[in-house]
């Protein structure tokens, strides 16, 4: 292994570190609310928000991320709404992720027992705050596991951005093999997503472990 392109690119390696991170805190904080909101439009009584759900889920799992940022990259910038790449980026990996994020979420709603919802509703409080602070918080203890693989697949799709922006660590790596050994280049990559995820994937153990011994 030779890292000695680091002495020319270490720089563009730190901002392309940073902007992965933070692309990717961003767009999970984004995925997540829009997860929820989709999940509970998807087992809505209405029967046009669970169409609306079903039809956003349908769409945005079903299509490549890429052509997702293509469309709100030059889509939105043909009808005169131009914004910054950092910003479709994230919105775009937030509306992709948040439809998987959704069907997970959906699955958590389904498993706590119905009756939590009748015993909340019966207290006096509507769907919308029985959703919120009874059912919700019991959800997502069942699923932090699915939620987890979510968020490290969101840290690795945001490689999409070297297309549109140019500044995350995979673009860092395409300039830098241009002269330099590509495995090693490949290898220091792997290595800084790993720097992410890994934090990331034992996060989400502790989240379980604590929760599990909670009940």
């Known amino acids: 292994m030779d890292f000695s392109f680091l002495e020319v690119h270490k720089e563009d390696f730190i901002d392309g570190f940073l902007t992965t991170l933070s692309v990717s805190l961003v767009a999970l904080v984004l995925s997540l609310i829009i997860g929820t909101i989709i999940a509970i439009f998807r087992i809505s009584p209405l029967a046009i928000l669970r169409a609306i759900g079903t039809a956003y889920v349908e769409f945005f799992r079903n299509t490549p991320l890429v052509i997702q940022v293509f469309f709100f990259y ?10 910054s790449k950092f910003f479709v980026g994230s919105l775009g990996l937030a509306i992709y992720t948040g439809s998987f994020m959704a069907e997970a979420i959906r699955a958590g709603i389904q498993a706590v027992p119905k009756g939590q919802m009748e015993a909340a509703r019966s207290s006096g409080l509507s769907y919308v705050q029985a959703m919120w602070h009874v059912i919700l918080p019991q959800a997502f203890k069942l699923i932090i596991p699915p939620l987890g693989n979510q968020f490290i697949n969101l840290v690795k799709n945001s490689s999409v951005l070297a297309i549109i922006a140019g500044t995350d660590l995979l673009y860092a790596a395409d300039v830098a093999i241009a002269n330099y050994d590509v495995t090693s280049v490949y290898v220091l990559v792997a290595l800084l997503y790993l720097v992410i995820t890994i934090p990331l994937s034992i996060g989400v153990n502790y989240l379980e472990k604590r929760w599990a011994k909670k009940g």
């Not at 030059?74 to 914004?83: E, P, R, T, V, W």
């Open 74 to 83: 030059f889509g939105l910038a043909s009808i005169h709404i131009n914004l």
